[in-house]
Structure formats: C-alpha cells, structure tokens
C-alpha cells in the first residue's frame, strides 16, 4: 500500500513539475524553415554580440516549413504565446497573415527602413511581397533571380553551350540532340512551381496587382501545356519525390534544373560530390529579347509585434540586414543573391565559385537581377498553392486537361474570396 | 447413425500423418511470412538510422547497413536540429501525468458508481452512455479556445488536462469495481473506516489488475499521441517526440536517418516494458479491452 | 475528508471526473454546436452569425469535404475488408492446438499496435517509396510487376494507406478474435464433429456465431479509428493528402481548415458532421448486429 501510494505522489509531482517545466527564455528567439538562413543568422548574432552588445543572444530555432508558419499564425493570434521574437516568413505564407482583419502581428517597418535611409537600398518589387496597405513588415532576404543550371559536362561534352542559348527554342534543339543520343537524361525537369516560374519571367503570374485570380488566363495555361508536350517529346520530365531528386541528380538522370539564386546552395549542401561539375546561365528567353529570368520564392524577415524585445529584434535585423556585410556573408553561406543594393558590387560577391566549375555566379545574378521580374501578393495565394500542388500530378500524368485544373481552381478561389468578404 | 459417425473420424485418423504435415508446413509458412511482413519495415527502421540519405536511396536495396554510421544518433542527440532528450523527457512527463491522473478520476467515478446508491445515478449512466458516442474531434476547436484563454497553450497543463476525463475510464474501471464484496465494506465500516479509506485501502488494491490494464493503454495513448500535442504544443522544446520527429520532416530535405534514429529510441523502451511483461499484459490488455 | 456520511461520499467520489468532463468535453461539444453557425476566421476576430450557411457549403460546395468523406469511408471499408478476415485467419491459426512460438508470434504481430503512427508514416514513406521503396523492390520487382507510384498516383495512394493500416492493425485484432476463441468452449466444437459437421461447417455454423460480440467489437472500433486517422496519412503524403488530396481524411481536413487557416466555425461544423456520419454508421451497424442475432 506504502509503495502504491508513494507512486501516486510521484505521479502528481510529475504533474506539478510539468506547470512549472515551460521557462521563460532570457535570449531573443528567432524561427526559420530553411537551414542555411539558421547557420547565417546564428553567425550574424556572434558578430552582432562581438561588435555592438555583448549581452545579445539568439536562439535560432528550425522548425519544418508549413509547421513553422501554421504555429506562427496561431502563436500570434492568441496573443504571442511561444512566439518568437524574430521570423522568416515565406512570401506564399505571408498573405496569410493579412487573412481575416489587416493586421498581420508583425512590427511595421516603415520607420526602420525609412529613418535609416534603407528604402531606396532595397529592391522594391521585393519588399511589396511583404507590404500591405503602405505598411512594410519585412525585409526581404533575396532577390531570388532565376537561371538555368546545368551540368556543363554533359551538355558541353554534347557540344552544346547552355550560355549561348537565347530562346528556349534554342534549349529544346539542343535538348532534343542530346535525347536523341541518350533518352534516359531529362534536360528539363518539371517540379512543381515550375509553371508559376515560367509564367512570372512572361511577366504574368496566378495573381494579378489587384489580387485577382489569373490563374485560368491563356497564358498561364499556355505555359503548363508547352511544358506537357515537352514532357511528351521526352525532353522534361518530372522531378522524382523527396531525396530522390538527389539520387537522380547524382547519377546523371536529371542533367539541368531551373532554379533561383538559393538553388546553388542547396546544390553544394545535398549533392557535394558534383562539384566542378555545374555552371548556370541566364534562362532561355520566350522569344528573342525577352525577360531571361524570373523569381521564385523569397523569405522576409519580421519582428513578432508581441516581443518583448523589439528594439533589439530591429537593431538587430538592420545590423545583419541592411548592411553590406551581412549580406555578402548570406551570399557566401546560401548563395542568396541579396535585393540589398549597395551590396551588389562587393567584391566577395563575385568570387569564383569552386562547385560552379570556378564560374562567378554573382556576375550572372547581378546581370539578370535588374529584369526580375514582379510578384503579386493575395491573402489567397497559399490556398490556391495547395489547390495546385493536389492537383498537379493528375495534370502532369495527363489525366485533367491544365485548362479545366486551372479554371477549377480559380473559380474556388474567387468563390472563397466572396465567401469571407 | 453409428456408422455415419465414425467415418468421418476413421479417415481423419488415416490421413492424419501426411495431412497434419502439409498443415503443419502451412501454418508455420503463413505465420513466417507474416512476421517477415510485420518486421521487415522495423529492420529497415533500425538499419536505415545507421544510414546516410544518400545510402537509403540507392540501389540495390539493402535492408541492412553495411557501411553504418553513427552520425544520424551524434546529430540527434547533440540537439544541433532539435531538443530531441528534452522532448523525449516531456513525452514522459505527459504520458505519465496523464496516466495518473486518468486512474485517479476513472477509479473514483468507478468506485462511486460501483459501490453506492445515490440519486441521479441512473441519469448519470445513461447521459454518460450517450455522451460517449460523441467523437472529440467535434470538441477540437472549443477546446482549443479555451486552452488559449486559460493560458494553457503550449503548456503541458494544456495537453494533460482535456485528455485525462476519460468516459471508458469511468466505466472501465466501473465495470472492474463492481464485482468487489460489499461485505468487505461493510466490515471495514465496523471497523472505523472512513468512505475514502474503503476506496483507498480495499477498492484501489483489490481493482489493480484493471488499473495495470487501464495504465497501460492511457499511457501508450499519450505516449503515441499526434493531434492534440500538435495543437496545443507551440515552442520546440516543450514538443513530444512524435512531433519532434515530424519537425524533421522538411520541405526540402527529410533527415531519414535521424528521424529513424529517434523513432527507434523511442519505441525501445515500450517495446522493452512489453517484453518483460508480455503474456500478462497482452492477456490482460486485450480481455479487458474486449470486456468493455 | 470524506467523513462518513454515505450520502455525500459518492458525490465526493464522482465529482472530480464530472466537473472535469463538464468543463473538456460537454462545454466545448455545446460550444462548438453555436460555433458551427458562425463565420469566424482566426482566433480574435468576432464571429458572425451565419444560420446554416457553414453546412451548406460543406455539403453543396466544398468539393474537398466531399472528398475527405470519400477517402475516409474507402479506408474504412477496404481495412475492414481486408483486416477482419485476415484477423480472423491468423487467429485461427494461432489458435491451434500444440502450436509451437505461439507467444513470440502473437508478440510479434502486436508491436506495430504500439508504435506511434508518426513514426509508422515516416519508415511507410521509405516502403512506399517508388524507385527505391521496399514493396516496389523487395515484393514486386521479383514478381515481375513495374513500379507503382504508391504515394504519388491518387489512385493508389489510399490502397497505400490501407495496407499501412493492414499493417498496423491485422494483429491486434488477431489478438481480440483469439480471446473470443479461448471463449467457445470446446465441448461445443467436439460435439458439431461428432455430428457429422466438416471442419468449414463448425466454423460457420458454431464458432462464427459465437465470435459475433468480438466482431462487433472489433468493427466498432475499427470504423471510429477510420475516422481518427490523422498521423499516418498526414505524414505518408503531407497535410493535404498528396495528389488529388486521395488521401486526405476528415480529420486531417478539420485539422487543416481549423488550425492552419484558423476557420474556427468552419471547422466547428466539420467536426459536427463527423459526428452525425458517426452516428449513423453506429444505428447502421447495431441494426445489422442485431438482424444476425435473429437468425
């Protein structure tokens, strides 16, 4: 009986003990979906501890990406429970944040990056990912220039030279000799965004600068259905699933990838043993002195407006942000090409990348980045991406035409949209 | 009639020596490959968290780890991606919290409406019999709200609480009390004994073979559960493991080998209590589980 | 504490649990029943009064409820379908008589009943896997059959959940229909073969029917866990159920519309709906249970 009831007390004290367990943490907490931003700014808080207080410390906690921005959103409706101080917000989850009332929780901006004369520092059509009605509530961590990345052994070894192609015409003839010779190599793999991408570098996109749907526009579906009868010709194919890509990247099955600026890192990260073996040029144009790039994904960083320690979160993102040596070293350490202006023409910038074949990516960034073209924002856009991303392998095996997906889509969305309106 | 009976079992008996062979091999070629079945993807987590991404995917597979590595185990261990420890300590913390706490509100109910008379009773049985079909995934968003408004989020607090009233736990243990002499009781009133030490003294110890099988499934609820820690859970190191593990689970790269690692660390341990306790829990979770 | 009094003792005695249920689970089910008429989006937005609107919309136009539901009941039928007679099979088998490894095999076909369905969704992502999965390589290459695009296919997505589930549930309902066998009494057996009865017609005719509260056990339990599936399919092909959403469940879909886009009435009416489907099947299956008892 004595031991049956000294368990019981064990048991509750367990219980009480668990009350207590959850400590407030003395060091600012910063939250970020991708791992090379975590390394960067694990780093920038050393300096900034080194160089400007002493007593800085940051947290950076890693959480997958869709969990990271589901707990944030609650998080900050119930009143900044477990928030971070600090945190990246993708820029297809941050209209999300405007669902629902206006106010996203974040820390605005605006006198930040305009007391400090940042504004003009930064790349604008980045910056409105992340604005709403005149409020600025992030900053932008790249610029995200897309470009064609390829394997220069097999394409050079073929005799052909990616940076010489103009049009994606000229990449399909190429692409189709080297088929020819080898039919188990896919020169374009389609992953899932890659439609959005392609569409974007037309100067289009699935929202438009009002925030209508334009995802059923002839264009847009144009895109996917030239990227189907590709896939028919056996030129593209779709990416395999997960870690797969790697594999597939590896054994020489995938010999090109259309990828913004982050991609090389992930490249250097997943796929050590390639190195030497990729170059990148600027993206085939839809016809000849078109736009050769687009932009793909983008990451803002915020200050949670529930912190406690706000001054410090802005002090803190301007001195690892809006400075020139902050973002070089994010360019060293993630190959994010920055949309902070006066960083463009660092030297470290231009640097002879060793995994890129000795090539200066940063001269190619710099040189298509200018073209980048807009992105618009919704409120709606991370539903309509999941409406997508349900749908996209019945389109990629043929079985759902793009137009009637597309136009399935839209009309939910615009049906959505009236319903909370 | 005679005859038409010992047919039947004559030629049993004659086929019996070739026959009971072929069945025999059935049987066991059967139960064989069902256990390949079952184990195989428990081999394939064992020797997959000694392998790096790459070596997962390749070819040709190998449910074995000829080169293993034991990085997968030193990165989650050293808490580089997450608190993995600290949030394998809070799964015990919750599962065992919820443990005690279910026994001793399922074991109180039980022994109130075992062993005494009072008014309402018939009602109550029957408003918690017909509570009991409601599912809990209608009470998930309240729920929620409430726990906000309490201040409850991403406290342990806040996942023990809602899951330790336990409508099966009250009849369960009910069911298990009922059958406890009333003249037991009787006695010790005689004997002095207050209501509370009849419970404590005669009802607790006489109803610990339902409070072992009881324990046993409330701990391996809250020690397996997803949903409801997902929700309320917000801060990585007040995570359970399993959503620990899911964190691993990422947009661009999943950590095969670490998450493997961490499931299996984390299924040792039960598998271990279960082992050593085999045949009287497994008896006696499923009888009581069937008895209901 | 409890003094003496036997009048008040049992309300001592059942109140803590009571107060507790009233506060987590009857306030939240009549809360939510009023949540569930109303607009509300977020947590700190105020609601508005919509009447039935929500469930309107649920049932005429949110095609990927109807989905939800779909795939919900397809796991439901196809595990059952799949599980029961497997159970029941290996049970028999397991029940036979001077059966060696008895214990180390009903050990065994117990384990993934104890394993954590997160955990169960990340190694079945590894054997579902299509170019360097398990089953593509180990079970069907060798019968000569292409790989199947298991979790990318909307079609055979759900059958992957399936056999997840086949995976996970076979043996502890083997372990169920044993003990309701260790309950026939032989006697019964042994005189149905004295009459004459062949091995099939004893397992009809005495031992099925005497199996029926384990089976209806076992249903019960398997169509309310059909319904709870969250974990295993929300890891095995993400939060919105992969291609097509094949494999997305209600309860990932109540999950997905409340606490990621915060939906709160919506979701409220979700979860209501559930109920009432559960409702249902539960009349349905007593009704059954019952029609077999008169025959």
Redesign the interface.
């Given at each position: 009986m004595k031991k049956l009831k000294a368990v019981l007390f064990l048991l509750i004290g367990s219980v009480l003990l668990s009350v207590a367990a959850p400590v407030a943490a003395q060091e600012l907490e910063l939250w970020t979906f991708v791992d090379t931003h975590a390394r960067w700014f694990q780093e920038q808080a050393e300096r900034y501890a080194e160089e400007v207080n002493a007593d800085f410390s940051l947290n950076v906690v890693q959480i997958a990406y869709g969990d990271m921005h589901d707990r944030l959103q609650i998080s900050i409706q119930s009143g900044g429970v477990g928030a971070p101080d600090i945190s990246d917000v993708e820029q297809g989850r941050f209209g999300g944040f405007l669902r629902g009332g206006g106010d996203p929780g974040f820390v605005e901006l605006n006198a930040l990056l305009d007391g400090g004369g940042h504004t003009e520092n930064l790349v604008s059509a980045r910056q409105a990912l992340y604005t709403s009605m005149g409020s600025v509530y992030g900053i932008e961590h790249a610029l995200t220039p897309v470009v064609l990345y390829y394997r220069a052994d097999v394409w050079e070894g073929a005799g052909f030279d990616p940076q010489e192609f103009v049009t994606w015409d000229d990449f399909v003839d190429a692409a189709r000799a080297i088929v020819a010779e080898n039919s188990d190599v896919v020169p374009l793999p389609i992953f899932e965004r890659l439609p959005v991408v392609l569409l974007r570098q037309q100067g289009a996109d699935w929202f438009n600068a009002d925030g209508e749907v334009t995802m059923d526009s002839a264009e847009s579906i144009a895109v996917m259905d030239w990227l189907l009868a590709l896939k028919d010709e056996g030129i593209a194919a779709q990416t395999p699933a997960g870690d797969a890509l790697w594999a597939a990247f590896k054994d020489g099955t995938m010999i090109s990838m259309v990828g913004a600026d982050w991609y090389g890192g992930f490249f250097k990260d997943n796929a050590p043993e390639l190195t030497g073996k990729w170059k990148a040029a600027p993206l085939p144009a839809f016809e000849e002195g078109g736009r050769r790039t687009s932009v793909y994904g983008g990451t803002g960083a915020t200050v949670v407006a529930t912190s406690d320690h706000v001054e410090e979160a802005l002090s803190f993102l301007e001195f690892a942000m809006l400075s020139i040596e902050g973002n070089v070293r994010r360019f060293e350490l993630t190959t994010l090409w920055p949309p902070y202006i006066p960083a463009m023409a660092d030297d470290r910038l231009h640097a002879a990348d060793e995994y890129f074949s000795g090539q200066d990516l940063g001269a190619l960034f710099a040189d298509v980045g200018p073209e980048a073209p807009p992105q618009w924002q919704s409120a709606f856009r991370s539903q309509l991406n999941s409406l997508y991303a349900a749908a996209f392998q019945d389109i990629i095996d043929g079985n759902r035409s793009p137009e009637e997906v597309f136009t399935e889509i839209a009309d939910t969305i615009r049906d959505e949209m009236e319903f909370e309106s | 009639m005679r005859l038409?009976?010992l047919r039947?079992a004559d030629s049993n008996e004659r086929k019996s020596l070739y026959m009971k062979l072929v069945e025999a091999t059935i049987?066991y070629a059967?139960?064989f490959f069902?256990?390949l079945?079952?184990?195989?993807?428990?081999l394939?987590?064992f020797t997959?968290s000694f392998k790096t991404?790459?070596q997962?995917?390749?070819?040709?597979?190998n449910l074995l780890a000829p080169e293993p590595t034991m990085n997968n185990y030193e990165r989650l261990l050293s808490g580089e991606?997450i608190p993995y420890l600290r949030q394998m300590v809070?799964s015990v913390?919750?599962a065992?919290?919820q443990?005690?706490?279910t026994l001793?509100?399922?074991s109180?109910?039980g022994?109130?409406?075992a062993?005494?008379?009072?008014r309402g009773?018939a009602f109550?049985t029957i408003f918690?019999l017909f509570?009991f079909?409601?599912?809990?995934?209608?009470?998930?968003?309240?729920?929620?709200?409430?726990i906000?408004r309490l201040?409850l989020?991403?406290?342990?607090?806040g996942v023990?609480?809602?899951s330790?009233?336990s409508?099966f736990g009250?009849f369960f243990m009910r069911q298990a009390m009922v059958s406890i002499p009333g003249e037991l009781l009787d006695a010790g009133?005689i004997d002095g004994a207050?209501?509370?030490g009849l419970?404590w003294?005669i009802g607790?110890?006489l109803s610990r073979g339902a409070l072992s099988i009881l324990c046993v499934l409330v701990f391996?609820t809250a020690?397996?559960d997803?949903?409801w820690p997902l929700?309320v859970l917000?801060?990585?190191?007040?995570f359970t493991?399993?959503?620990g593990?899911?964190?691993?689970?990422?947009?661009?790269?999943?950590e095969?080998g670490m998450?493997?690692g961490g499931?299996f660390i984390?299924?040792l341990p039960?598998?271990l209590i279960?082992?050593a306790g085999?045949?009287q829990i497994?008896d006696n979770l499923?009888?009581g589980?069937?008895k209901? | 504490m409890f003094g003496r009094g036997r009048k008040i003792a049992p309300y001592l005695f059942i109140s803590p649990f009571f107060v507790g249920y009233a506060i987590f689970f009857l306030y939240p089910v009549i809360q939510s029943l009023q949540l569930s008429f109303y607009r509300q989006v977020g947590l700190t937005n105020a609601p508005r009064f919509i009447g039935f609107d929500n469930y309107i919309r649920l049932v005429s136009k949110d095609a990927l409820f109807i989905k939800a539901l779909s795939n919900t009941t397809y796991y439901a039928l196809g595990s059952i379908l799949i599980i029961v007679p497997l159970a029941l099979l290996l049970a028999l088998i397991l029940h036979s008589p001077k059966l060696r490894f008895r214990e180390f095999f009903r050990f065994l076909y117990f384990t993934p009943n104890i394993t954590a369905g997160v955990v169960v969704g990340i190694i079945f992502g590894l054997v579902f896997e299509e170019q360097y999965g398990l089953v593509n390589n180990l079970l069907l290459a060798p019968l000569g059959i292409d790989n199947v695009r298991w979790l990318r296919d909307s079609r055979w997505i759900m059958p992957a959940v399936i056999l997840l589930g086949v995976w996970k549930w076979t043996g502890i309902n083997a372990i169920y229909f044993m003990v309701g066998l260790q309950n026939i009494p032989p006697e019964l057996k042994e005189a149905a073969r004295v009459d004459g009865a062949t091995r099939p017609q004893v397992f009809w005719h005495v031992t099925l029917p005497l199996l029926r509260p384990i089976l209806a056990f076992v249903l019960t339990v398997a169509i309310i866990g059909s319904y709870n599936l969250f974990a295993e399919p929300a890891i095995l092909v993400g939060p919105e159920g992969g291609p097509n959403n094949a494999g997305m469940t209600m309860t990932m879909y109540l999950y997905n519309r409340g606490f990621r886009e915060l939906k709160m009435g919506y979701a409220s009416a979700i979860g209501y709906s559930l109920a009432v489907i559960i409702l249902i099947l539960s009349v349905i299956q007593l009704i059954l249970i019952r029609a077999f008892r008169e025959d």
């Open positions: - | 038409a009976i039947p049987i059967v139960l069902f256990a079945l079952v184990g195989i993807p428990f394939y987590m997959g991404n790459g997962l995917f390749s070819w040709p597979v991606e809070n913390i919750i065992v919290s443990s005690a706490l001793l509100f399922a109180m109910v022994w109130g409406f062993k005494y008379e009072f009773k109550l918690l509570t079909a409601i599912p809990f995934q209608v009470t998930l968003v309240p729920l929620f709200q409430m906000v201040g989020l991403d406290s342990f607090l023990i609480l809602p330790s009233v409508a009250a009133r207050s209501e509370w419970f003294r607790i110890p391996l020690w397996n997803y949903l929700i917000r801060t990585p190191e007040n493991y399993p959503i593990l899911a964190t691993l689970d990422g947009l661009y790269k999943v095969y998450i493997l499931a984390a299924t039960i598998v279960f082992v085999r045949n497994l499923t009888i589980a069937v209901q | -």
